[in-house]
């Protein structure tokens, strides 16, 4: 039997991680599932992606794929910070962060905030089941008006849309989805790594012990009966493909990504332009007044410079400068000191 | 009656924004320049404009640093502490005041000089008068003290580099106050004087917090994460300052990333984010901002993350008196985070220390994988003091127990991430992007592979073997500068910027006939230095700026059980620079009380 290898001569186990410890049947795991395939398909060498997640059940994930690469399970809702300060010191890394809605739409969510507002090169992988699950079933601020918790009250505080907020914000890349539409999910995630930017996915994941009663609408039952699809997306990388590429019927466009790889939108809803930041405000807006999620690549907009480029820092990544790199020279001490002793 | 040469402490009361701060840094500039030793202290609200600020000078030939016990001379500029400004003169005070603000100073026991301030200056410039009467008083003051006109001048020309217009205009109204003074105080002018001394070659004045940000600048700082607050902005402030200079390459690219974190929570994230990658991050606060990065701080113990905090301390605690200073945040920085804690602290007195420490502290936080605090104060972070001058790091770069190839991993018996292989708690780490031997790191419990772990056995080991790391430390960080008499009765036991008065605390003392000796400590965990010298010595004093004694609590937690009778704490703080009368007496108090002493101070 062969084992087929990607573009860089590695099979898929190479990207696979450890097993999972969440509730058998976890939205959470499928979307591992994706990561995975998505960092195999696009050719990304392990040893070079850095995992990142804050803490919940969706940041324990990251012990779940990719063991070949580091990782670091922060604090809760501080992850990006974290993130931000690794990605300075290797700018030419792949950093894909996992985190849940308690994370971001809570205690982080300033975090979140400031990091869309830095561009920071990052996927945001946000596994929204729209509960607190590692603390046994609390609402978090994505519940929707009107959840049903298994046990007791109603939750009737309006939830924050994580994907309208960071299209106010001008984050770069703003995609919606479902863990359970792997096809999907599966070319938002390889164009979010290709992105060099800010790339938040809001994955609706249900949460199958706290948060499936069919009124929510993050459970199954729900989402699955009122799931829109605005785009399907799917990624052409640069090098060859590894899988034919289904072509979609229907309109569809091309657009160009920062590595030279093209995403391929085909536009179901065929006025929806993703660089027109209105029409994706207003497509979220029309979905929620019609209680339906409405998934695909919302916000696209590749012409702004990373975090890391706004830095203009050297080409040598600054965790492995040489100490004649980071230590100025005797003689420009001196002279500093010449300067305070005014000679 | 004699005149008195060089020892003399001046206070002038302003009020905040009025454009005072170039006038007293002038005088003080001056007096520096004539080889005297000088201080000064800013006291200054919480506030852009309008509230009070005092600027105390101080020139003394026996080399005090601290405000005198008494002001001898009162600039009276500031209406709104007019009347509490006078009452505080004790007789016989020199009294400067505008006459301009059109209040009385109505005191026959004091040399009352009073001076049309405001109306000279705005014969000069009408708009900027309120500005430039500051200038008058300096001329005034040049007058009284007998300054050299170059220094002053020289002086001047340095606080407005460049700017002609303002030199042109300042001279103007410097040379007017002299020549008021002249004329009118020709005879009745005070006893106090200004005399040059040698220029001891080489020295300077700097703040601290500018000391620690060329030091960071040297000790190869990769990112710098902060947010601002008083009193440490000014760390950052300088590494922004400095970096263009000494850290850009000809294309104008950085070898240091700047981030202004959006809380510093954040910001303290940043740098273990570097960390965890490999560089040299760094941020500076005060103790809010430490109050804050708690969490995070404890995550950098337990996933052993090198990074480096500087705490400028203020006055807590809350905002407490945020532009006043305190060694408050000792006790909270040893032990910060819930849990069990402990963390390398680094204490500079001089500005020396604070460049010398700065740079170090990186190095230590890579071979103790921990973060490293710098513990500072407002006193000697945001005022002026006589430096010397910066040694060049006279050591290599101390990257710490890295792995950079599978070779390197494979010469290692059973390697992991938290296996103590070398038995001096330092465990080897890799860095992302090496491809090697890959972890996720966590704060969760982990086994020595790093692999999440609950097991009591594998928690407690772990536990241990960080106490042990951090322990292994007190032998090499900075260790306390002893100076002891051969009397060995009594020791004080200070540290950081209370460097600045000892020596009159000392002379005070002394004054009664006592011979105390001195241990400053200047890191934490204690050394074994400053349990010795606690053993040599009969009774032992540790004096600091702080309520409740914080190192004294730790002296009492740390040392051998028979050694504790034998320390006593002498805290005292009202969120000013210390001065040493005060202390002075407070050690006599506790002496008296203890009963190794029957003096009293006069």
């Known amino acids: 039997m062969t084992i087929k290898l990607n573009v860089i001569n590695l099979p898929k186990d190479d990207y696979k991680g450890g097993p999972s410890s969440l509730c058998p049947g976890c939205g959470h795991d499928q979307i591992s599932n994706v990561i995975v395939t998505s960092a195999w398909e696009n050719g990304l060498d392990p040893k070079r992606i850095v995992k990142m997640s804050g803490i919940g059940c969706s940041s324990k994930t990251p012990a779940y794929f990719l063991s070949q690469s580091h990782g670091f399970n922060t604090v809760h809702g501080r992850m990006p910070s974290v993130t931000t300060g690794a990605a300075m010191n290797n700018k030419d890394m792949t950093f894909l962060a996992v985190s849940g809605d308690g994370d971001s739409a809570s205690i982080g969510i300033g975090q979140l905030i400031h990091a869309i507002r830095r561009n920071l090169d990052m996927v945001y992988i ?4 729209g509960v607190y699950g590692l603390t046994k079933g609390q609402y978090s601020a994505t519940a929707d008006i009107g959840s049903k918790k298994k046990k007791g009250t109603t939750n009737e505080t309006q939830p924050i849309d994580l994907c309208a907020l960071a299209v106010n914000l001008g984050c770069t890349f703003v995609a919606r989805s479902f863990s359970g539409a792997k096809k999907q999910l599966t070319s938002l995630m390889k164009a979010a790594i290709s992105h060099k930017g800010f790339s938040l996915i809001d994955i609706i994941s249900p949460c199958v012990t706290f948060n499936n009663n069919d009124e929510s609408m993050r459970s199954y039952g729900y989402v699955k009966e009122h799931d829109v699809e605005l785009h399907a997306v799917d990624y052409i990388p640069s090098f060859s493909p590894m899988e034919e590429v289904e072509i979609p019927a229907g309109a569809y466009r091309d657009i160009e990504l920062h590595d030279g790889s093209m995403v391929r939108l085909e536009t179901i809803s065929e006025e929806h332009d993703p660089f027109n930041a209105v029409a994706a405000l207003a497509a979220m807006h029309n979905a929620e007044r019609e209680k339906k999620h409405v998934t695909g690549l919302l916000y696209f907009d590749p012409g702004k410079p990373s975090a890391a480029e706004d830095q203009n820092l050297v080409d040598t990544p600054l965790s492995q400068l040489k100490e004649e790199q980071m230590r100025p020279s005797k003689e420009s001490l001196d002279e500093i000191l010449a300067g305070f002793r005014g000679l | 009656m004699d005149n008195i040469i060089n020892d003399f402490t001046l206070n002038i009361a302003t009020a905040n924004g009025t454009g ?5 840094l002038i005088l003080l500039q001056t007096i520096s320049d004539m080889g005297v030793n000088v201080s000064g202290k800013n006291l200054f609200p919480s506030n852009i404009s309008g509230l009070p600020t005092w600027y105390i000078i101080r020139a003394s030939d026996a ?23 006078i009452e505080a003169c004790e007789p016989g005070t020199v009294i400067i005041y505008n006459t301009d603000v059109k209040l009385p100073v109505e005191r026959d026991d004091c040399l009352v000089l009073p001076v049309p301030m405001t109306k000279m200056a705005r014969g000069i410039h009408p708009k900027l008068a309120r500005m430039i009467a500051n200038i008058i008083y300096v001329g005034v003051l040049a007058h009284l003290l007998n300054l050299d006109d170059d220094a002053i001048l020289s002086a001047l020309n340095k606080q407005f580099k460049g700017k002609q217009k303002a030199i042109e205009l300042n001279s103007t109204a410097l040379a007017l106050g002299r020549d008021f003074a002249a004329e009118n105080f020709g005879e009745e002018r005070g006893p106090y004087r200004v005399e040059a001394r040698e220029i001891e070659e080489g020295s300077f004045m700097i703040e601290g917090n500018e ?3 060329l030091g960071a600048i040297y000790g190869g700082i990769t990112t710098l994460a902060w947010y601002p607050i008083t009193p440490s902005s000014s760390v950052a402030e300088g590494i922004i300052d400095w970096l263009p200079k000494l850290r850009h390459d000809e294309d104008g690219k950085t070898t240091c990333a700047v981030i202004q974190a959006e809380d510093e929570l954040s910001a303290v994230g940043m740098i273990i984010g570097t960390g965890f990658a490999g560089g040299r991050g760094m941020t500076a606060t005060s103790g809010p901002g430490i109050s804050l990065m708690s969490e995070f701080i404890g995550l950098a113990y337990f996933a052993e993350i090198p990074c480096v905090v500087w705490d400028v301390n203020r ?3 809350s905002t407490g008196l945020p532009t006043r200073t305190q060694q408050g945040d000792l006790s909270m920085l040893y032990e910060a985070s819930h849990g069990d804690t402990q963390f390398p602290v680094l204490i500079p007195g001089n500005m020396e220390e604070c460049f010398e420490f700065s740079w170090r502290a990186f190095d230590i936080a890579e071979r103790l994988q921990t973060l490293v605090f710098g513990f500072s104060d407002l006193d000697l972070g945001m005022n002026k003091w006589k430096c010397s001058g910066f040694t060049y790091p006279d050591t290599p770069m101390d990257r710490g127990k890295v792995l950079h190839t599978q070779k390197e991993i494979d010469a290692i018996e059973n390697h992991g991430r938290y296996r103590d292989v070398d038995g001096d708690g330092i465990c080897y780490r890799t860095l992302p992007g090496s491809g090697i031997d890959p972890i996720l790191y966590r704060g969760t419990g982990k086994d020595e592979d790093g692999t999440y772990s609950e097991k009591p056995e594998i928690y407690h080991a772990n536990m241990e ?5 951090i322990d292994n430390s007190r032998t090499w960080l900075p260790q306390p500068i002893l100076r002891e008499e051969v009397e060995l009765e009594i020791g004080i036991i200070y540290y950081g910027s209370m460097e600045n008065m000892i020596q009159e605390i000392d002379d005070i003392l002394e004054s009664t006939g006592m011979k105390v000796s001195q241990c400053r400590i200047r890191s934490l965990p204690l050394s074994p230095i400053a349990e010795k010298f606690v053993r040599d010595h009969e009774t032992t004093i540790i004096l600091e700026v702080n309520r409740d004694g914080q190192m004294y609590g730790i002296l ?8 504790v009778p034998r320390v006593h704490s002498c805290a005292f703080s009202d969120g000013m620079p210390p001065r040493a009368i005060i202390y002075a007496k407070k050690i006599m108090d506790v002496l008296r009380k203890v009963g190794a002493t029957t003096e009293v101070l006069a």
């Open chain 2, 20 to 24: 005072s701060q170039s006038a007293n």
């Open chain 2, 63 to 85: 080399g005090y640093q601290a405000p005198g016990n008494r002001t001898h001379i009162q600039v009276l500029m500031n209406k709104a502490t007019w009347e509490a400004d």
């Open chain 2, 211 to 213: 000391a620690i940000a």
């Open chain 1, 126 to 129: 946000l596994e929204n089941n």
């Open chain 2, 556 to 563: 009492r937690k740390e040392l051998p059980i028979e050694l």
């Open chain 2, 465 to 469: 073997r960080l106490k042990r790391k």
């Open chain 2, 315 to 317: 006055t807590g605690p």
